[in-house]
């Protein structure tokens, strides 16, 4: 569920979080993931929309899903390339309250970075769950030919 929403602009911290540029201006959403009877959330996601496209948010609070979905309808993009990067991380307070884990509990962080084909960001999300909370299972196949 979508907890805030609001423009901020990249300082320091900020901008080595996200991968972004120190002092521009990012749409900023940020909620809880849950899954259905779950005590608790799952993880927080935060997401920096490009500010060209901002206007999503007045239908943020209506719409259950990926946003970047919305974005390529609204305004004619095409997300061409998705760079992920996965790190671990300890959760602190407040957030640590706010997923009923102890401070310092081990968790993963999971940035993704939505670029156009012209290498415009559309948007950066940042997943964090607790190591409790988060399973990556993933299928590789060798074909010969």
Do not use: C
Not at 15 to 29: F, M, N
Not at 88 to 116: C, F, H, M, W
């Amino acid at each position: 569920a979508i907890e805030t929403i609001k423009m901020v602009t990249m300082d320091a911290k900020l901008a080595k979080k996200t991968g972004l540029t120190v002092g521009e201006e990012w749409l900023y959403v940020h909620g809880y993931r849950r899954t259905e009877n779950a005590d608790e959330p799952v993880g927080q996601s935060e997401y920096y929309i490009n500010r060209a496209f901002a206007t999503v948010g007045r239908i943020l609070g209506r719409h259950e899903g990926p946003i970047f979905p919305l974005i390529e309808d609204m305004f004619g993009q095409n997300v061409n390339e998705v760079h992920q990067q996965i790190a671990a991380t300890l959760i602190s307070q407040p957030l640590a309250a706010e997923l009923n884990v102890d401070d310092g509990t081990a968790a993963l962080e999971i940035r993704r970075t939505y670029k156009a084909a012209d290498g415009l960001i559309l948007q950066v999300t940042i997943n964090t769950h607790p190591a409790s909370r988060y399973r990556h299972s993933m299928t590789l196949q060798r074909f010969r030919s």
